[in-house]
């Protein structure tokens, strides 16, 4: 058997699986569906826009769609709907 080193959140998820604190969700087909149309309706591109931004600026944010395994207009079209969505938070 495989021992595995979890972090607090996993541990945290065991335990409450553990408790059976999950229950099965009903008519998953519909929830699918659900979040299929949400998954849709958000990644809808149905509008174009330009920009100009600094060369070291684009280069970084290739470096980083490169790093998350995506092209780099899908990285900022994300960057900037979870800006408007209220799901973008600053560090500091």
Not at 40 to 55: M, V, W
Not at 64 to 73: F, L, N
């Amino acid at each position: 058997m495989h021992s595995y080193k979890l972090d607090k959140e996993e541990q945290e998820l065991l335990t409450s699986v553990e408790k059976g604190e999950w229950v099965p969700v009903k008519n998953m087909k519909a929830v699918i569906d659900k979040y299929a149309k949400y998954v849709k309706n958000t990644l809808k591109k149905d509008q174009r826009i330009s920009i100009r931004i600094s060369k070291q600026d684009l280069i970084g944010i290739q470096s980083k769609a490169v790093d998350e395994g995506i092209p780099y207009q899908t990285l900022v079209t994300s960057v900037v709907h979870k800006y408007v969505t209220g799901h973008l938070v600053s560090k500091g």
